[in-house]
Each structure stands twice: as C-alpha cells, then as structure tokens.
C-alpha cells in the first residue's frame, strides 16, 4: 500500500503526510505552520498564497508539477484575473495536495512576519496585532429556532475559526443587524483581543468580504507636539505620519505650569483633557486624509506620554504629580476604547491602548524608549537619554535597569533661547566657529549646503535664516567654548578678550552675533549670556540625572550611550560631549535611536506579546527620583562649568582642545551662590 | 494537654477546635461559616454581630458567659454607645474565643441571608448581588517605591480580601486620588463581579468606612409605563417603587406603531432610544428623592422589558422586529454601565444588567416571568400568562417549558375601550349584574366599599367615578354574558330583548349603561358593542396562544394557570374564565403572581447565580412562533365567542350557568368574514 504524500512547508520545515485532495492550508492548518488567511478557505482573502516546488526530495523519483498538487482552478483564475496572483504561487486554500511537495509560506503570507521598515529607526517588528479580520458566513434566522443575529454570527465565528467567546460594543451592536443584510449574511468581523486574553471582542463589522484593511494609530503625546503614525494593522507599514501641535500649551508652556493651571481653575484639568481629545481626534481625521483612508478603518490606537499628559489624557487630574511624593494615578497600562476618549470621529468600539507609566516623573514615554532600544537586553551598560521638555534617562544592561527622569526645560527644544525656535525651515541646525578667525559657518533646516558654501544664499535667501533650534544652540555653545570664545564658567568674553568683533556688549554682558540681516529688516541671530545660563542648567540636569543612576548602580562610567528622541537623531554627538550633556564615552558608543518613543509606541501597536513585555519590563526597572535626593543637586551644581571636570572626560581630549580661557568669576559667584541655597 | 476549645457555629451546625485568643470572625472564616464582614475585622461595619450562647454543651461542666468568650472591649463599648447593639450580642471581629461555645449567626449577620418581602408578590431572595462593599486601608505613596494609587488600592483589596484582578473604570479613576486622600488613605471601594466571573470592576470608591449603603433599581420597562423598584443591595428591601409613563408613547401607542415610526422617520429609533433613557434618569433621580437617598449610591441596574423596548432601550434599530422572520440583534443578556446608556443622573460606571430575551416576539419581561415563577421547576403543568399590550405565555413542568406571544393589544389595560382608563382612583375595576334586575353594582379604585353599600357615594362623589379599568372591563364582559344580557357571539340585546332599560341604542347596535352623571356634568359610563368586540379579539389572541402552546406539548389541558403582571393581580379568575380568557382548570388552580416581571428584575438584582440561571432557562425554552403558526388563526377564530366551545370548559358549569340567548346572527357573520380573509 503506498503511502499519502509527504508535504514539507519552508522555511518552517514543518513536514506530515496527508491523503491526496487535502488543500495545502488545511495542512498547514494540522501541522501549525504560520500561514495567514483572513477568509477561512474561500478563495477570497488571498493571505494564504504559497510557493511550491515540485520533486526535490521525492523517493520515488521526481514528482512533477502536475503529480504533486491539484490543477489551477477556477477560484484561483477568477483571482489571477482580477487582481494578479505572483508567477509560480498559488493559493493555499484552492490547491489540493497530489503528490509529495516543497511548498514555501513567502514572508507576506505569515501571520506573524516580520516587517522592516526603510527608515531613520528601521525595525523589523514581528507582526501579531491585537486586532484581526475573519471573514464568516453566518446563518439567517429562523423564525423556528428563533436566535440573535449576534448569536449566529457567534457560531459562525466558532464554527470557523474556534473562537470561543465573544462580546459586543453597544455602537456595534447597532450596526450589526443592517451589515449582516447588506453583506448577503457574508460578514468581515474585525475581532480585538490583547496579551490579557478573555472574550473576543467584536469592534468592527463590515458587509462581505473587506479588502480595505484596518489601520492603527500610534500616537507619542507630547508636551508640545503630538505626533501620529497611521499604521498598516496587516503589515506593520508606516502608510503617513503627521503631528500638530498640543493645544494645551495656551494653558501654559511646559508641564509643572499646566499642573498649576489645573491646580488654580477648577475644572482647569478637564479643560485640558478636552483641548488634547479634540487635537487627537482632529489629527486622526488629518492623518486618515492624507493617506486617503477612511477613519473608520482605524481601529487601534497606541498612546506614550509623560505622565503629566498621561494623566490629562485619561481625564485624571494630574494635580498630584506637581508635588511630593508625586503619586500617579495609575502606573499600569490602561486599555480602553475611543469612546472612553471622546474621540468622536473614531469608532466608539477602537480600542486604545496607554502604556504604562513607570513613575511620577517617567512616563509611558521612557516606557516606549525601553520597549523599542531594550537596556534590559544589553549585554554593555547602555544609558539612554531621551530630551524633551524633561529628560527621561535609562541606564542598564540585562542584570538591571534603573530609570529617572531631570528636569532639563525647554532650552533644548529652542524654547527659552533669545534666538531660539522649533526646528523648522530656516532654523540653524548646525554650527562651526573658527578657532583661528572665530567666524561662524552654518547649515539651516531646508537647505543641504553651509552657509560658507557657493549658493547658499540664493538658495536660502538672507531673510530666510530665521533663528536657531536645539541642536543649533548646542552645538553653538559647545563651538563658543571650542573655541576659545566662552570660558569653562560659562561667561562669553568681550571683543578685546577674545579678538573677535562678533562678540558684542549686550547690558553688562556680551552676546556672540551669527548673522545679522537687520539691514534688510531680516532678524538678527546670537547666542546671549543668557542662552548659555539656560543651555548651562539644562545640560547639568540632563548630566545630573544621568550621574545619580549611575550613582546608584555602583559605576563610575557606561560603555555606550543612546540619544532618543528626533532631537537626539540631530545632535552631534561631539558637541554633547564638549558640553558636559553626558557622560565621556569613546564617539563611536555614542548613537542615536531616532524617534525611539514613537518606535515604542508601533511596536505595542503591533505586536501584544511586547506589550506584555513593556508592563513586566516596568514593574521590574529601579525607580529613581531626582527631586528628593540630595546627590542630584550636588550633581547638578557641579555640572555646571563647561566642561565641569576635565579629568571625567577622558574621550574628550581625544575629540578637541578645550582652551583654557577665563572672562570673569561670574561662574565662582554663581556656584558659591547656588551652595549657598542649598545649604 | 487540655485540648482548644470547641466553637459550634449555628444555624450551619459547622464546628471546630481554635487556640484561645481567636476572635469569632476568624474562626468562622477558617470553618466557611457564612458570617458578614465589610470593614476586614475592625470593629466598624457591625456585619459580624453574633449571639453566643453559653454552657450548653461542654463536657467539662458549664462553661460560664466570662469562661467561654473575652470581656465585651472598647471597640464594642464605643460602637454600642454610638449606634446600639442588641442585648446579648457581641462584634465577632472583637470577641476573642476563651472556651467552648456555641456561636448563632443571626441572620442579618449572614451574606447569603434570605430576605422576605412582605408584599403582594412575598418573595424570599437570597441576597448574592454582584456589588458588594469592601473596606481597605491603603498605604501611602512612597516616592522611593513609586506605584500608582491604583496599585496599592489593589495590593490592598488582595492582601485584605483576596481580590485577585482590579479593572477600573475611566470615570472612578478620575475619583481616586482626591478620595484616598479625603479618606486619610481609608475608603471603602465598591467592586462588581457577576456570574461571568472575571475581574472585579471598581464602580466606586468612598472615603473611609462608606455608612449609606448600596442601592440597585430594578427597572420593568413596559410599552407604557416604566416601573423602577429601588433596592437596598444588603438587605434586598424595597425601599421605594415609582413609575412613570413610557415617553415613546408619543412615537405610538403600541409596539408596531413604534416600530413603523422606527421605519419611517431616520433617525427615529435613536429620538426613541433617547426619550426611554431621559425618563428613566429622571425616574431614578425621583425615586432616589423619595427614598432620601443619594443617586451616586445606586450601583446597579437590572431591566425587564419586551424585544422592541429592549432593542430601543440599547439603541439597537427594531425594524427587523416589525417584520418576519422578527430577528433580535441579540438574544442573549447584556452587560453594561450607566453610561452606555447615558444615564447621566447616574455614576458613569454604575452596572447595567439587562435580561435576556426569549425570542423576537417574546422579551425579558417573559424571562423574567420565568426566573420568578419557575415553570420548568413545577411538578404539574402550569399555564403562565402576563397580560400587558402583549401577552407572554409560558407552559411548561420540569420536562420541558414553551413561551411564546399573542397579540393582544392593549384592550386588556382599559385602551381601545368606550370608557376606558388605565387603573387609577375613579376606574372601576369590579362589578357585577345582577341576573334578576340586570342592575349593576361595581367599585371604584380608591374605595373599599360597592356601589350599593351606604356611604358610597359620599366617599366617592358623583363625578369621582371616571372610567373603567381593564380588570373593570373583563369582569363588565362576563357579567354581561351570566346576567343574559349579550350572548354567546357578543352580541348586546335590545331593552326589549334583554327587559333592562340600561341596553340603550347606540347606532345599530346597544350599549349597557353602567354609570351615567352627565346630568351633573360627570361622565356617562357604558359598554359598547365595540367595546366587546375589542376584548373577544384580545381574549382571543391570549387563548389562542395558549391552545398553540398546549398542542405543542400534546396536551388537551393544564394543571393549573398562573396570571402575572399588575393586571393579573387584580383580574378576577372567575371572570376570566367566564371570558373564555384562559383554559379551564379548577378555580382554586388560578393563582395570581403579582408582578412576576418585576419581581424577575428585582431577583436578576439581588443574587447572580440566578442570573445565571435565567440566561440557561431562557436557551432551553422552546420557542413557539405564532405569528407563522396556520393553528394560531384557528384557534383564534374558534375562540372569538363567549365562551366559544361549552363542552372545552367543564369547571364553568361548576361556577355559573350561562343563560341560552341569541340576539343575532352577527357573531356568524363576523366569524365567517375573518374565516375568507384567511382564505
């Protein structure tokens, strides 16, 4: 008697023999390969295309194309002809196995694929959403055997793909009975089910078979800007980003003001949380748009936050994070549904998931930057910065991770700045001063040349030159001191003290001047003692806080350090250094991770089992708090200079001669008076 | 070695041996005795109050009140002298176990206490709502071990009461903070868990030990009245019921016209879906002022109603219930908060239980028919009939149990009728004609005495007799038929042909003048020929649905019948089998239920494993169509005359003799016109 066909799935290797006709998904079905399918076998979704190859491996000589599987068949031609089948693929549902076989599950029929994105942050996230399609035919009623149409459509949900309960939003309830009539009772059910497991829960309901696809929104809350990645829920795909900014900031700049505001109006912190719903909702509308999607088809969103706009978000009041002992609300991840948010112009069924706060001062937003740069799966000490209006720092490596958050301002960001803005076309970017000449040569947001190079003004045009951004201001600072311009206090010299007539007297101090079109009623650029003060204090917080965690892991230095955050994809790492920003490590353990947040917040979009991950990741992380320990301000105060300890820095030597100037004893003054506050 | 002493806990009978120095509660705890605590054992809920007894049965002698159990201490000295314990009543949390003794749990001690209701419809439900009280004392934050307050609450209520999972809901988040704090980190949360089981859901939090208790309102949702009984979810006392009309009774007066308004206007069904739930959270604001109690102390909601107000309660479109095959969107419960349904007099997270329906033409109301009055529980076969503008028939014994609906109408509760009125003072809602004068005598609600009695018209005045009421009305019918005065097809005589000058012409027909002081202005009170017409359809209908319920089980009789509802209360047996309303039985076999529906409501309310049992019920009940059924419209027909089949009602001859008269042929006519529009 011979034996059923042996059949062999790549790149799995799964292998078992099935009788001739079975159809290849069933097999694949039997054996657990990972072979998409969003039809259950009908020859519509087309998840399911596989690859053969044919008599490879065959005892009894070389099965061919025709012996080994079931010829083309109708289904599999209407589709070709309609929408294209890839040569050599067929479907897995239509072709039946004849003889043994090789056949291939190509990366876009797995479930859980992975899918690199080609970006600054490129990251393969294993795709398994929380959110999923089945296609169903469900029975019509029958006034005999009289049931729901929910109850039917139950069945046919379990009858087919084994799911064993199921629950209805209200909103979707009212749509079912119309959807089921108008799909012919052929539905589309978009089912959500996240790493807590229970009941299905039925968020979408769609007539027939439904080929648009569902998308997801993951959405890095910000302070100042709120910023949304429209998400392909199928194959993990970037298809639009967008961001605006945060209406919250006509209730005050950075965050402890707006905790103040909620503190003095009553009723302050909901209208807070209304102006931030109505920008998300606003935004998702935006952002569907422009990818030419229906908003209708988004049904997961993903939110990291500070744990102030956390708060403010979910509609609790964040009054208790202005104060000791700064106690959130929640610190674990909340999953809710659009409705719960007032998103109006969303589903009230998509669901939405917050990522879990890991402190009063760390938000769902360093969370975001652990889950995506993983410190707790670095084999070297890594410490992570991610700047913002505060800074978020991890450090650790896989025996332990402890985090903190430092109050550094808004400076980096160009806030706070005499020239400072947001980076945007005709923002100073980056900046070199001549050691020798101590002019200024320069780049600008929108135009690739320096402003030395042939064209640049023609391309950028005098009045195009607008201010200076954060990673401009850096780098002018850390420039000033290179060369020799500003003195390790922080105090910028006069035009007879350096030699240069760029450095011109303003009140009792002087200013370094970039660029002046005021001439041609264009703005004037420099870098004030101002500027430095407040570029001075961010820096030694950013420093501080970084110290304090390494304090308390017992080190005096990291192997490697991770710049997050779209500003930490613009800095320079050098510049950082000279500043005294982080620790001294060699220049080439200094990297940057990108947007590493919004990162975080795609993969919890994408994949439940990370977001399991994410929540067990924060409970186990050390927590830290900056603005009760008396080491942080010693820290602080001692970061102060430019650079504070030469000897900490090493690397430094290595990257430049830092010369040794001095303009004054401001710097003395200042610290002698900052010891004296403290004590 | 002396052994422990004996503790013997009554009325469980349960016992067992504790160190000296166990205090009562923990000792009844470790045994599983069914003694109640919310506060975890500190001396403030009072729930743990026990009765020791003393000496009875130790072995060693008596052991005396001092031997057998600690000194009364302050803890029960202060709660005495503040709210008073019984004499001889001790706090089991406080008193300490010294010797043996015997122990009796009194019954408002005990969680699972059977509560009896001395009302019409007296009903003991054991109380095991799914909101129960728990008191915790929560630590403080600690900014070293930052958690959310969230968190601790949880550690808390596990450390305490062993609560596994804590889900809460956005809108007590929102409460959290401020009240742990008001609380001095003591409150008491409120947790919802039903037989679904699952995690607790935190429905609200109150600052320190929560004295006001929990309320549930368990809502019967009728097509013209909504009536609410509010109830104390510790004790399952009613402690107020109220009502309303049904506001959609704008959108029609019957279920069908509120349906075609459904179909016809856009829109219409969610103006319904509003209108229902403005009334019913304004109902519940009013019943709360009644009872003096706060409405953010009603936590849960349990509804009864038909499959179209259910579907408009939910904001589910009921057009597909206006038309065959009459497909619910869902059949089975429904689970939901106080804001699902916008109730926005209510806490947002406030519980929602809604029962589940029986089949597109037979509701909650039927189901909860069935919880109460346990068809499928009866040893004999028992008829159940709730007349309201539809009637719900159930028939059943413990090996099987039908239900279905007959189209009624709302003739039964005084509509459609001449002089008709829903039961209010001024309705009559009894008479009777004397068979030798043809007199009547009837009363009036609102008035103890007869007609004929001295004093009557004094209590009532002349113009204080207003109309007449559905029970008024069937017993009018019956009394006209046994007094001679129409006959067997419904026909009213002439005065000539009956003797009585009270039949009066009216058009081509007569009426029988029950009342009339229009000479004083006051209403002139008959019974037309269209009023008989319209109660031989709706008698009809009910029988007919009966019959079809009864061939369906193979039966040519019942055992006995139950009538439900607030009309079958009042309805008068003998009338109604005079009517030719229900089957024959003996006439001690027709009991009434009272407001079985209702009382449904209140036991989904107070206990979820009946719950659980309705939603199993409610499966297994056979579901019987009528509107399909051919038998339907022939029993109908059969049963249009008065009473239509003598030799099928034996018992009547026991009861009254029905005189041989013949007025006409229309009743022939009549029935040969309905026979052709069949055809």
Same mark, same amino acid.
């Given at each position: 008697?011979s034996?059923d066909p ?5 790149p799995?290797g799964k292998r078992?023999r ?7 998904l069933t ?7 990972d072979?998409?399918?969003?039809c ?5 979704c087309s ?8 008599g490879?491996?065959?005892?009894h000589g070389l ?5 080994a599987?079931?010829?083309w068949?109708?289904?599999?031609a209407?589709? !070709?002809?309609k ?5 050599g ?5 239509q @072709?039946e196995i004849?003889?043994?076989?090789v ?10 694929r ?6 600054a942050?490129?990251? %393969?996230i294993?795709m398994?959403p929380?959110?999923?399609?089945y296609?169903v035919?469900?029975?019509e009623p029958d006034?005999?055997e ?6 039917r459509?139950e ?5 087919e793909?084994g799911i064993?309960r199921l ?8 749509g079912?009975q119309?959807?089921?009539r108008? $799909? ?5 059910a978009a089912?959500?089910?996240?790493h807590?497991? $229970?009941?299905?829960?039925?968020t979408?309901?769609?007539?027939g078979?439904?080929?648009a696809?569902l ?6 809350l910000?302070?100042?800007?709120i910023?949304a990645?429209?998400t392909?829920?199928?194959t993990g795909?970037v ?12 209730f005050?700049?950075d965050l402890?003001s ?7 109006n009553?009723?302050g912190? /909901? ?5 931030v ?6 935004l ?7 990818a030419g999607i229906?908003p209708?088809?988004i049904?997961?969103?993903t939110?990291?936050c500070?744990p ?18 700064f106690?959130l609300a929640?610190? &674990?991840?909340a999953?809710?549904t659009a409705?719960?948010?007032d998103? =109006? /112009?969303?589903r009230d069924a ?8 890991i ?6 937003d360093?969370?975001a ?6 410190p ?5 000490l890594?410490?992570?910065v991610d700047?913002?209006t505060? %800074?978020?720092i991890?450090l650790?490596d896989?025996s332990?991770?402890?985090?903190c ?7 980096? &960001?160009?806030?706070q700045?005499?020239?400072? /803005? ?5 923002a100073?970017?980056?900046?070199r ?13 929108g135009c690739?040349?320096?402003s030395d ?6 391309e950028?045009?005098?009045? $195009? ?6 990673? =401009?201001?850096?780098?002018?600072? %850390?420039?000033?001191r290179?060369?020799g311009?500003?003195?390790?206090s922080g105090?910028?010299g006069s035009?007879e003290?350096t030699g ?9 101090t002087h ?5 002046? @079109?005021?001439?041609e009623g ?5 870098v004030?003692?101002g500027d430095?003060?407040a570029?001075q204090l961010?820096?030694?917080?950013l420093y501080?806080?970084?110290?304090l965690?390494?304090?308390?892991r017992?080190?005096e230095?990291? !192997? ?10 613009h ?7 000279v500043?005294g920003?982080?620790p001294?490590?060699?220049l080439d353990k200094?990297t940057s ?8 917040a ?8 990370r977001r ?13 708090e ?6 942080f ?6 970061a102060?200079?430019i650079?504070?300890k030469?000897?900490a ?8 001669t830092l010369? /040794?100037v001095s303009?004054?004893?401001g710097? !003395?003054?200042?610290g002698?008076?900052?010891?004296r506050?403290?004590?």
């Amino acid at each position: 008697m011979s034996q059923d066909p042996l059949v062999v799935f790549t790149p799995s290797g799964k292998r078992g023999r099935f009788p001739v006709g079975t159809p290849v998904l069933t097999a694949a079905r039997k054996l657990g390969v990972d072979l998409d399918s969003v039809c259950g076998g009908r020859g519509i979704c087309s998840k399911c295309q596989v690859a053969p190859s044919f008599g490879e491996f065959s005892k009894h000589g070389l099965t061919s194309r025709e012996e080994a599987l079931s010829d083309w068949n109708r289904v599999e031609a209407r589709y !070709d002809e309609k929408r294209g089948l890839k040569p050599g693929r067929r479907l897995g549902c239509q @072709a039946e196995i004849r003889g043994d076989v090789v056949i291939d599950v190509p990366p876009e029929s797995q479930v859980h694929r992975q899918i690199v994105r080609k970006a600054a942050s490129a990251r %393969a996230i294993p795709m398994d959403p929380a959110t999923r399609l089945y296609y169903v035919e469900v029975a019509e009623p029958d006034m005999h055997e009289p049931s729901g149409d929910l109850q039917r459509l139950e069945t046919a949900l379990r009858r087919e793909w084994g799911i064993e309960r199921l629950e209805a939003d209200l909103s979707v309830m009212a749509g079912l009975q119309p959807t089921l009539r108008k $799909g012919g009772w052929k539905v589309t059910a978009a089912l959500y089910r996240d790493h807590a497991g $229970g009941a299905h829960k039925l968020t979408a309901l769609f007539p027939g078979f439904h080929e648009a696809g569902l998308y997801g929104l993951a959405i890095d809350l910000g302070s100042t800007t709120i910023a949304a990645h429209l998400t392909d829920l199928d194959t993990g795909a970037v298809i639009a980003s967008s961001g605006l900014m945060n209406p919250q900031i006509r209730f005050g700049e950075d965050l402890m003001s707006r905790v103040s505001y909620a503190m003095m109006n009553p009723g302050g912190d /909901q209208e807070m949380t209304r102006a931030v719903r109505e920008a998300i909702d606003r935004l998702a509308v935006e952002i569907a748009g422009e990818a030419g999607i229906d908003p209708a088809h988004i049904l997961e969103l993903t939110f990291v936050c500070n744990p102030v706009m956390h708060h403010l978000l979910l509609g609790l009041d964040p009054v208790e994070l202005g104060q000791a002992p700064f106690a959130l609300a929640t610190s &674990e991840s909340a999953r809710l549904t659009a409705r719960d948010l007032d998103l =109006g /112009q969303l589903r009230d069924a998509a669901r939405v998931y917050v990522l879990p706060c890991i402190a009063g001062h760390v938000g769902a937003d360093a969370a975001a930057v652990a889950l995506s740069e993983e410190p707790g799966k670095s084999e070297d000490l890594v410490l992570m910065v991610d700047v913002g209006t505060n %800074a978020e720092i991890l450090l650790g490596d896989t025996s332990r991770v402890l985090a903190c958050s430092s109050p550094t301002g808004p400076a980096f &960001e160009g806030a706070q700045i005499s020239s400072g /803005q947001r980076a945007a076309p005709g923002a100073i970017e980056a900046i070199r001063i001549d050691p020798e000449t101590k002019e200024p040569r320069f780049r600008v947001i929108g135009c690739e040349l320096w402003s030395d190079e042939p064209g640049f003004l023609d391309e950028v045009g005098a009045s $195009g030159i607008t201010g200076i951004c954060g990673s =401009g201001i850096i780098e002018a600072v %850390a420039e000033l001191r290179i060369a020799g311009l500003m003195d390790p206090s922080g105090l910028i010299g006069s035009a007879e003290q350096t030699g240069s007539a760029r450095c011109v007297p303003e009140g009792r101090t002087h200013e370094y001047l970039i660029w002046d @079109a005021s001439a041609e009623g264009g703005p004037r650029i420099t870098v004030t003692q101002g500027d430095i003060r407040a570029i001075q204090l961010a820096k030694s917080a950013l420093y501080a806080g970084a110290r304090l965690l390494m304090d308390e892991r017992g080190v005096e230095k990291v !192997d490697r350090v991770v710049l997050a955050g779209a500003f930490g994809a613009h800095i320079s790492p050098r510049h950082a250094m000279v500043l005294g920003m982080i620790p001294d490590v060699p220049l080439d353990k200094v990297t940057s991770a990108g947007n590493a947040a919004g990162t975080g917040a795609r993969i919890a979009l994408c994949n439940i089992a990370r977001r399991a991950e994410i929540e067990r990741m924060v409970r186990e992380i050390t927590k830290v708090e900056t603005a009760i320990e008396p080491r942080f301000q010693e820290h602080f105060v001692a970061a102060n200079a430019i650079p504070h300890k030469t000897d900490a820095f090493p690397e430094l030597s290595r990257l430049v001669t830092l010369p /040794q100037v001095s303009f004054g004893a401001g710097a !003395d003054r200042e610290g002698g008076r900052r010891r004296r506050r403290r004590g």
